[in-house]
């Protein structure tokens, strides 16, 4: 079967497809032929050795896909070949097959598309275990979103706006800025990208005070990181929650008064982790989430679908921070 594989650290001109043998269920596994695989930032980190993960080589990238099952394990009694399932590997996932425990499996409804199934697990996992679990969401809560049209950002404009929050999208274009809001945010102000100074600093709080109601948000999320990260803190009411997703933009360094100054958390949200931990709550997450998903509550965006022989170009566009929404693959 055809796979791609990361056979040495670096880009996404590392990445080879090649031939290799189909993998054995083993007990409370099942095998499913792969339809399509979504893309998030951490693959490009993680075939960089640079994530939180660091799966053996060669491996195939890929956290979250779609597909149907092809043959059960001993012992598995949720499902039967010919299932329509969404699954999520962590890496693994640009293949034609793969096995896969069970429990990490979810039966798809035949309403749901493979592409938007695959879409669907990482970046609204995310997004929902970080807003719900880590951020203490209520109805009313003002939520400022940094990378708003990104997988993450963009699936937590929609989500928040689900729930009753008030979003305000931190962006780096206009087109952009336009995207989440067709996805629920109330307004946007345009971010810049990289090193900022001090001085650029403030403005850009300035900037996202100015968009907020009241000047103030009640929950950051942050799946920027870098030199926006204090700016966005900054904005924060008494309470606010400041969660830490992700740095594109590089690791940012807060001081330590901010927090003290208006008693809000900084609070890490590690979903990957978070999964292992408890598969019955991403469980429940999952059926949530398609069940926003039936009822027209969330849609993922799919900013392209690529077949599995240009998947060095759904890398490198990621790389690039360009889509609006999800990067799929199709198997
Ligand atoms: N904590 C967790 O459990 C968890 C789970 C999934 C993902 N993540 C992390 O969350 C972050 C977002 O992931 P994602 O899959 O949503 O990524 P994505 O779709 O690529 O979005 C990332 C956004 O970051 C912004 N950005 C700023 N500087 C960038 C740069 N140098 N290169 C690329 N993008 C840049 C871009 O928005 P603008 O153009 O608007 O600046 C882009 O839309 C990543 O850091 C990822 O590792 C964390």
Known sequence: MKAVLSVAPGGPETLLISDIAPPEPKPGEVRITVKAAAMNYPDLLIIEDKYQFRPERPFAPGAELSGVVDKVGLGVKDYLPGDRVMALPLWGALVQQICIEASMCRRLPDAVSFEKAA??????????????????????DRVLVLGAAGGVGLAAVELANAFGATVTAGVSTAEKGEAAKARGAKNYVICPRGAIDREKQRAVSEDLRQALEGGQSDIVVDTVGGDLAGPALRTLAWLGRFLVIGFPSGIPSIP???????????????????????????????????????????????HAAYPMEDAVRAFAEMKDGKPIGKVVVTI
């Open 256 to 302: 330590a008064n901010l927090p003290l100054l208006k008693s809000c958390d900084i609070r890490g949200v590690f979903w990957g982790a978070a999964v292992k931990r408890d598969v019955e709550a991403h469980q429940r997450a999952m059926d949530t989430l398609l069940d926003m998903y039936a009822t027209g509550r969330i849609d993922p965006k799919i």
């Open 119 to 140: 879409a669907l697990q990482m970046a609204y996992g995310t997004a929902y275990y970080g807003l719900t679990e880590r951020g203490g969401m209520k109805a009313g």
